[in-house]
């Protein structure tokens, strides 16, 4: 059995120059049509199974994977359901519980309206650089970002302590739109929950969008049981099968990371390493492959990498 899964976050049909590359719902469509060439698309519930029973056959699926919760990923259930095909919707839940707007979705906006040469002086003028050290591997993690970008988002997502991060593009952030407002925009709400455990569809993509290695283990307990709490509570989902590591790196998320995650009772887990898991990947189900949509057959890259 080989297994591709695709990931995907923002999807609209308005480009912004800066900050976020999404893709349009016709360029959706076009990849779902491209992927059905190669692969037969796979539900996480039929994944779960197979994982759960090690029932594993000789052909190639695809899992499609959308992260962070964001509503117009409606759109895109729209076109799964035309379409007959399954996906799976990973929602980040501080956002919605608390309408607030994670950082790095503020970070997002923000360089939709400023240059990245703004916000890396703001900071600087707050904070001193010199003593940072950036990874060896800085360039795998970002893989589609210039040098000065790929270090302002190391910066931001993993060298800067949580608290700091936050406060200063919580000051960026807040001079430009308001987060209750723009936090019910952006992200879904408890009825789009609901229908997405519904049918099957639903995964967590943990509390406050935070990098799972960067935290105690403590703290990553919490940051899953506090989105499980919100999950089963307030929206009343049916078991929540599986889950998606924010950033997904290995900056992001470690054996370490699997093994508490797996005390929850997921069936498998989501990172951002890059490639096709095959049988033995699934010895170690917490800690899966994945592939950014651009990658993927019929995305913005034309690679045929992944075309079996």
Same mark, same amino acid.
């Given at each position: 059995?080989r297994?591709?899964?695709?990931n995907?976050?923002?999807?609209?049909?308005?480009?912004?120059?800066?900050?976020?590359?999404?893709?349009?719902?016709k360029?959706?469509?076009?990849?779902i049509?491209e992927?059905?060439k190669y692969?037969s698309?796979i539900s996480?519930?039929?994944?779960?199974k197979?994982?759960?029973?090690?029932d594993?056959?000789?052909?190639n699926?695809?899992l499609?994977t959308?992260?962070?919760g964001?509503?117009e990923q409606?759109?895109?259930l729209e076109?799964?359901n035309?379409?007959?095909?399954?996906?799976?919707?990973?929602v980040?839940?501080?956002?919605?519980?608390?309408k607030?707007?994670? =950082?790095?979705?503020q &970070?997002?906006h !923000?360089?939709?309206?400023l240059?990245? +040469?703004?916000? *890396?002086s703001?900071? @600087? =003028?707050?904070?001193? &650089?010199?003593s !940072?050290?950036?990874p060896?591997n800085? +360039?795998?993690? *970002?893989?589609y970002? @210039?040098s000065e970008?790929?270090?302002?988002?190391?910066?931001l997502?993993?060298?800067?302590?949580?608290e700091?991060?936050?406060?200063?593009i919580g000051?960026?952030?807040?001079?430009?739109s308001?987060?209750?407002?723009?936090?019910?925009?952006?992200?879904?709400?408890k009825?789009n929950i609901?229908?997405?455990?519904?049918m099957?569809?639903?995964?967590?993509?943990?509390?406050?969008?935070?990098?799972?290695?960067?935290?105690?283990n403590?703290?990553v307990?919490?940051e899953?049981?506090?989105?499980?709490?919100f999950l089963y509570?307030?929206c009343?989902?049916?078991p929540?099968?599986?889950?998606?590591?924010?950033?997904?790196?290995?900056?992001a998320?470690?054996?370490r990371?699997?093994?508490?995650?797996?005390?929850?009772g997921?069936?498998?887990?989501l990172?951002?390493?890059?490639g096709?898991?095959?049988?033995?990947?699934?010895?170690?189900p917490?800690?899966?492959?994945?592939i950014?949509t651009?990658?993927?057959?019929?995305?913005?890259?034309?690679s045929?990498?992944?075309c079996?």
């Amino acid at each position: 059995m080989r297994l591709l899964s695709v990931n995907y976050h923002y999807i609209r049909d308005e480009k912004p120059k800066n900050g976020i590359y999404p893709i349009t719902l016709k360029e959706l469509s076009y990849q779902i049509d491209e992927l059905s060439k190669y692969y037969s698309f796979i539900s996480q519930v039929e994944l779960a199974k197979r994982i759960d029973n090690s029932d594993f056959d000789n052909k190639n699926y695809c899992l499609l994977t959308f992260d962070d919760g964001l509503k117009e990923q409606m759109g895109a259930l729209e076109i799964l359901n035309k379409k007959g095909i399954p996906g799976v919707f990973y929602v980040t839940t501080d956002s919605i519980r608390n309408k607030k707007v994670a =950082s790095v979705h503020q &970070l997002h906006h !923000i360089r939709t309206l400023l240059s990245d +040469e703004e916000i *890396y002086s703001f900071i @600087s =003028s707050k904070v001193d &650089l010199s003593s !940072i050290k950036y990874p060896d591997n800085i +360039e795998s993690l *970002y893989r589609y970002d @210039s040098s000065e970008i790929k270090k302002l988002k190391y910066l931001l997502n993993f060298a800067m302590k949580t608290e700091k991060k936050d406060k200063l593009i919580g000051e960026l952030f807040n001079n430009i739109s308001s987060l209750k407002e723009f936090s019910e925009k952006l992200y879904m709400n408890k009825n789009n929950i609901k229908d997405l455990s519904q049918m099957g569809y639903l995964g967590t993509h943990t509390d406050a969008h935070l990098p799972l290695e960067t935290l105690s283990n403590s703290n990553v307990r919490r940051e899953i049981k506090n989105s499980l709490d919100f999950l089963y509570n307030d929206c009343q989902t049916k078991p929540i099968l599986s889950i998606s590591y924010p950033y997904g790196g290995n900056k992001a998320v470690s054996e370490r990371v699997a093994n508490i995650s797996s005390e929850f009772g997921f069936s498998f887990g989501l990172t951002m390493s890059r490639g096709i898991n095959e049988n033995k990947d699934f010895n170690h189900p917490l800690m899966l492959k994945r592939i950014d949509t651009n990658d993927a057959p019929g995305g913005k890259f034309k690679s045929r990498e992944y075309c079996l």
